[in-house]
């Protein structure tokens, strides 16, 4: 094995295992259909969703510590590493940086670009999102919910919202429940629209607690709450993008040009 190419898919992970099994294994799956040269392993960065998949369910996932240890004792010598990761923030540049760190020397080590790297990636998962609510009625929103974050990358989320506007839908937003665009942004903007009734999805690769709890809790404080508080009627999608078939694609076509480009 001391010559064999693997891959490695780094995921934060989710408690929630009906959209584990939906989003992230079906995408680990996907990784080993495509690439049967490859040996193929995982790694979830978070250690506290590790731990309660293990003591509630008895599911081991390794973390990136592990997943690396158990890739040098199999002797690997080229490795292409695959995040779930929507963009390069504040876990994507931790996860490179720790898996470097417990890399061998003699381990060349390569990465794929998470989700929203390229303006092209960003149309593509729109059109993705487009053809999910292409029937929404005229008079109806959807608002996107992604997570946000305080790195600068943050602003991917605001350029995706134009790009929906210049893509005819005047009536889908994108907001974030952590950073800006808003829920107060958001229910502005959808005030100025025609619409009466608002749908919220995730825009998060699983429909996890920020999709459960955040946007369609029961609590005031929820995106649900809020919108319904504004006025509207409203209807919660619970489905991660990662069950999107085309969002898949877009993973693994990321993985397929890291191959390549090391090659």
Request: aromatic share 8%; charged share 25%.
């Amino acid at each position: 094995m001391n010559q064999k190419q693997a891959v490695l898919l780094v995921s934060f992970g989710t408690s929630y295992l009906s959209s584990k099994e939906k989003t992230i294994d079906r995408i680990l799956e996907r990784t080993k259909e495509e690439f049967p040269d490859c040996a193929v392993y995982q790694a979830w960065s978070s250690k506290v969703i590790i731990k309660i998949l293990k003591e509630r369910n008895g599911i081991v996932i390794p973390t990136i510590e592990e997943a690396m240890a158990k890739i040098l004792s199999d002797g690997i010598k080229r490795l292409i590493v695959q995040p779930t990761h929507f963009i390069n923030g504040i876990e994507n540049e931790a996860m490179e940086e720790l898996i470097l760190q417990h890399a061998a020397p003699d381990i060349s080590v390569s990465f794929g670009n998470p989700l929203l790297t390229s303006t092209e990636d960003q149309k593509a998962v729109l059109q993705a999102v487009i053809r999910e609510f292409s029937r929404l009625p005229a008079d109806e929103a959807l608002v996107y919910m992604g997570h946000g974050t305080t790195h600068h990358a943050n602003s991917v989320y605001a350029a995706l919202d134009y790009m929906l506007k210049d893509m005819d839908c005047p009536n889908f937003f994108m907001g974030t429940v952590e950073a800006y665009p808003d829920l107060n942004a958001l229910i502005r903007q959808v005030s100025r629209t025609n619409a009466r009734k608002v749908h919220l999805a995730p825009f998060m690769l699983v429909a996890g607690d920020h999709a459960n709890h955040d946007m369609a809790g029961k609590q005031e404080d929820s995106w649900k709450s809020q919108f319904e508080a504004a006025g509207y009627e409203v209807e919660c999608h619970l489905k991660g993008l990662g069950e999107y078939e085309g969002i898949q694609d877009i993973y693994l076509e990321h993985l397929r040009n890291a191959i390549e480009q090391g090659a």
